[in-house]
């Protein structure tokens, strides 16, 4: 009977046991269950958030890149505007600085052209006063040099002079033939009135001058050689042809 009653008591208190753990573990379980379900959602309240965060930033970041897209866009456009601008400034330079060259060399070449011109025209002229000097006889040949030289004179002593300033005394006469005495008394006196006294005349004789002479004194240049005639009266007919 002891036994029994031992038994019963050991099932009793097994049974309060086993309910109060059975309770302790229920408790503990809902516990966990509610911060479980308190955690899931806190993350899934995060989780929307995070979501917004990234939809946002995303939003944000397609709005910045296009942007950026767009001022890139610009840029390139300016870029684009100004290197065609600086291109039109480079060809309309380098067309200027062509048509420069093109109109210095043109320039050049008729430089050249008159040049060359003046060139030939002398040696025909001095041609022609060599030819001149073998067709007339040494007499006839000093009787037309005498008559250049008079009409020479005959131009200084009806000269205007007004204005021209002749600081050196000196006068040099190119000649072929050397001045016989009264001409160049007569030029002397002349020279004297026009330009002041105290005048020295310095004579060079050059054989290959066809006749006349050449008058220098300073900057005041007359020529009265024959080929000067000729390239006087050629140069007439020129403008009269014009």
Do not use: W
Not at 200 to 217: F, N, S, V
Request: aromatic share 2%; proline share 1%.
């Amino acid at each position: 009977m002891l036994i029994i009653e031992l038994i019963a008591i050991q099932m009793l208190v097994f049974l309060v046991i086993f309910f109060t753990m059975r309770h302790l573990m229920y408790k503990n379980t809902m516990s966990a269950v509610n911060h479980l379900k308190v955690a899931d959602e806190e993350n899934e309240k995060k989780l929307k958030e995070l979501r917004k965060n990234i939809s946002e930033a995303e939003e944000t970041y397609q709005k910045r890149l296009a942007e950026v897209s767009e001022e890139v866009q610009k840029q390139r456009e300016a870029a684009n505007q100004m290197m065609d601008t600086e291109k039109e400034k480079i060809l309309s330079k380098a067309k200027l600085e062509a048509n420069a060259l093109i109109e210095t060399a043109k320039g050049r070449v008729q430089r050249m052209a008159r040049e060359e011109e003046e060139v030939v025209r002398n040696r025909a002229l001095s041609l022609a006063g060599k030819a001149i000097c073998r067709l007339l006889s040494e007499e006839t040949h000093t009787v037309f040099h005498e008559q250049i030289v008079e009409e020479l004179l005959k131009e200084v002593e009806t000269m205007d002079v007004t204005g021209i300033n002749v600081l050196e005394k000196n006068v040099k006469v190119i000649s072929r033939y050397p001045l016989l005495p009264h001409q160049k008394i007569r030029l002397n006196e002349t020279l004297e009135k026009k330009l002041g006294p105290d005048i020295e005349i310095q004579e060079t004789i050059r054989e290959e001058m066809a006749g006349g002479l050449i008058l220098t004194a300073g900057s005041l240049v007359i020529d009265g050689s024959l080929e000067g005639r000729l390239k006087n009266l050629i140069q007439k007919m020129e403008a009269t042809s014009e």
